[in-house]
């Protein structure tokens, strides 16, 4: 199968979207998504893009993407941090999630990168299975600490005086 993986388009977008609406459904957070292709135009294709993304594609389809963005570590410098890989069901098992997360590798390589880092469930075997093979240490130690919005509002009304 020849996979071909490019730099995501403006017009990509809609298919993005629908890849990232396949994986929360997968994770099993279905209506976790609240963002929409106009967002992903916005948010990662103006003066100050927030991402890179790439697609992957197959007979000139759009099967699978990857999303990261530049962090900073004060223990490692610059690193990166991919968002999600995501291959659309049907296409599984065929190589293209290699081929993006090589892809992005390499991306990130370029840019000299000290670390790329990113999460995975504890139940996805597979993923886990995939990144220890390609390289990757899959820490126990870690968590992962975030606030939703309803968070983030909640901490600001009840710390008004900082």
């Given amino acids: 199968m020849n996979v071909q993986i490019r730099e995501a388009k403006k017009d990509d977008m809609k298919d993005v979207i629908k890849l990232i609406n396949e994986l929360a459904v997968f994770e099993k957070e279905p209506r976790a998504v609240v963002i929409s292709s106009e967002d992903l135009i916005k948010d990662g294709f ?35 941090h991919l968002e999600d890989l995501i291959v659309t069901q049907n296409m599984r098992g065929k190589g293209i999630g290699f081929a993006l997360f090589s892809h992005f590798i390499k991306f990130s390589h370029l840019k000299n990168v000290r670390r790329i880092e990113w999460a995975v469930l504890d139940w996805n075997i ?37």
Avoid: H
């Fill in 126 to 162: 597979d993923a886990i299975n995939f990144y220890k093979k390609n390289g990757a240490y899959v820490s126990k130690e870690w968590q992962i600490a975030q606030m939703n919005e309803i968070a983030i509002n909640n901490f600001i009304s009840n710390n008004e005086n900082i």
């Fill in 46 to 80: 103006g003066e100050r893009p927030l991402f890179s993304c790439f697609v992957a594609l197959v007979n000139n389809r759009i099967s699978g993407m990857c999303l990261g963005y530049p962090r900073y570590s004060t223990w490692k410098g610059p690193t990166m």
